[in-house]
Nanobody, 120 residues
Framework: VQLQASGGGLVQPGGSLRLSCAAS????????MAWYRQAPGKQRELVAA???????NYADSVKGRFTISRDSAKNTVYLQMNGLKPEDTSVYYC???????????????WGQGTQVTVSS
């Protein structure tokens, strides 16, 4: 299974970006899909998560500004980021709990990361 993230870049404070992450491979189903971020010298933190039942949760720091969504038919998760702040600057990673064909357990996968820089 591979997770391919895209959509990062340089944006001014107050601007918007939309990240995408597509999962491919021998996928039977995907449980939770999520976005994490890690700034230099800091621990990786959860930004937003989307469960297969439609429930979502967000870090307090992004509530009201970021929206996670997913297209289950495409095994893709999105992160719409509005009102970006300099403190949102990080490498953003997608993550997924995947059930593979022929198995009953969930396997956890990470994407390669995409850089988001918020600066004037």
């Amino acid at each position: 299974v591979q997770l391919q993230a895209s959509g990062g870049g340089l944006v001014q404070p107050g601007g918007s970006l939309r990240l995408s992450c597509a999962a491919s491979g021998s996928i039977f189903s995907i449980n939770t899909m999520a976005w994490y971020r890690q700034a230099p010298g800091k621990q990786r933190e959860l930004v937003a998560a989307s469960a297969s039942d439609g429930s979502t949760n967000y870090a307090d720091s992004v509530k009201g500004r970021f929206t996670i969504s997913r297209d289950s038919a495409k095994n893709t998760v999105y992160l719409q980021m509005n009102g970006l702040k300099p403190e949102d600057t990080s490498v953003y990673y997608c993550n997924a709990d995947v059930q593979l064909w022929g198995t009953r357990r969930l396997y956890n996968y990470w994407g390669q990361g995409t850089q988001v820089t918020v600066s004037s």
